[in-house]
Structure formats: structure tokens, C-alpha cells
Nanobody, 124 residues
Framework: QLQLAESGGGLVQPGGSLTLSCAASGFGLDWTCIGWFRQAPGKEREGVSGTSRRGGWIDYAESVKGRFTISRDNDKNTVYLQMNSLKPEDSGTYYC?????????????????WGQGTQVTVSS
């Protein structure tokens, strides 16, 4: 069974940077897509960025384009989310999600495995 674990969250000032990591483990290491989602208190969960394992698909939410970069290290079974020029509205719990299915998209229902989340707070 595929398992995902996020790390790298924390408190950062506006304009700062953070890099989140999503490490895959377990028997289901043949993930095909991993997505990053975030949820702020009182708001719906939203897709932030996603990538396919082979790199043929990468997507970003409009709100993070030009500031966030997703990358992967297949040897380490890890997907990274580099977040630059952070804004207070980027604050929330960030989750990575994975699937072994054939379709990649930045929608929650695409994914069947979720990590526990890591908190990102952007505040001065």
C-alpha cells in the first residue's frame, strides 16, 4: 500500500521561501501522479501543483504560477514543492496525494492516498 509523508512546513515571513517534501513508501511505489493540495481554516481544499512520475504532466494553480516549482526524484521516491515569494494567503495545511491510476489531474478525486499534512504559515 502506497504511503505518503510530507515534511518541510513551518513559519516564514512574507516574501520568504520554503521547500516541502513528499516521500512515498510502502508496497505501492508505482505511483503515477502526485499532487500537492492545501487547505486554510474555513476554506475548501484546493489543488496547488501536481506532477506525473514520468514528468509528462505538470500543473500549477494560477495563484502559484511563477512562484512555486514542483520537482521529483524518482530514485528517492520523493516529490518536492519549492515555494518562493510566499504570501500570507499561501498559509494552510499542505497535503500531498498520490495515485497509481492512469489519469493525472489537479483534482482531489483523482487521488486515493493522502499524507497527514504539513503546516505552512506565512506571517510577519
Amino acid at each position: 500500500q502506497l504511503q505518503l509523508a510530507e515534511s518541510g512546513g513551518g513559519l516564514v515571513q512574507p516574501g520568504g521561501s520554503l521547500t516541502l517534501s513528499c516521500a512515498a513508501s510502502g508496497f505501492g511505489l508505482d505511483w503515477t501522479c502526485i499532487g500537492w493540495f492545501r487547505q486554510a481554516p474555513g476554506k475548501e481544499r484546493e489543488g496547488v501543483s501536481g506532477t506525473s512520475r514520468r514528468g509528462g504532466w505538470i500543473d500549477y494553480a494560477e495563484s502559484v504560477k511563477g512562484r512555486f516549482t514542483i520537482s521529483r526524484d524518482n530514485d528517492k521516491n520523493t516529490v518536492y514543492l519549492q515555494m518562493n515569494s510566499l504570501k500570507p494567503e499561501d498559509s494552510g495545511t499542505y497535503y500531498c496525494a498520490g495515485t497509481t491510476g492512469n489519469h493525472c489531474a489537479l483534482t482531489s478525486y483523482t487521488y486515493d492516498t493522502w499524507g497527514q499534512g504539513t503546516q505552512v504559515t506565512v506571517s510577519s
